[in-house]
């Protein structure tokens, strides 16, 4: 499966960003989607992940301000990310673990800054 990204941006910080992973076929069978994001001369780290049944994981730094989620009818992950920091800036990665292993979408950039 093909995944990309888009929603990335200058925000500042307090603001709002969307960002979306449109996936280029069905997600309806694929069990684990999420967010990964690298920052830069930092390793890239794990953000937020979301399975088939709605369960959802969130790295500490991000709880309460993030939310991913996904529609499976339109093949697409969300998140929803709220209150941005400084410290968020990075390049936001989505992935899909499916039957042939782990695919990656090409990154978008967020910087949050005044």
């Known amino acids: 499966v093909q995944l990309v990204e888009s929603g990335g941006g200058l925000v500042q910080p307090g603001g709002s960003l969307r960002l979306s992973c449109a996936a280029s076929?069905?997600?309806?069978?694929?069990?684990?989607m999420g967010w990964y994001r690298q920052a830069p001369g930092r390793e890239r780290e794990l953000v937020a992940t979301v399975y088939s049944g709605g369960a959802t994981n969130y790295q500490d730094s991000v709880k309460g301000r993030f939310t991913i989620s996904r529609d499976n009818a339109k093949n697409r992950l969300y998140l929803q990310m709220d209150s941005l920091k400084a410290e968020d800036t990075a390049v936001y990665y989505c992935y899909a673990d499916w039957v042939y292993g782990r695919s990656w979408g090409q990154g978008t950039q967020v910087t949050v800054s005044s």
């Open positions: 076929e069905s997600i309806f069978r694929i069990n684990v």
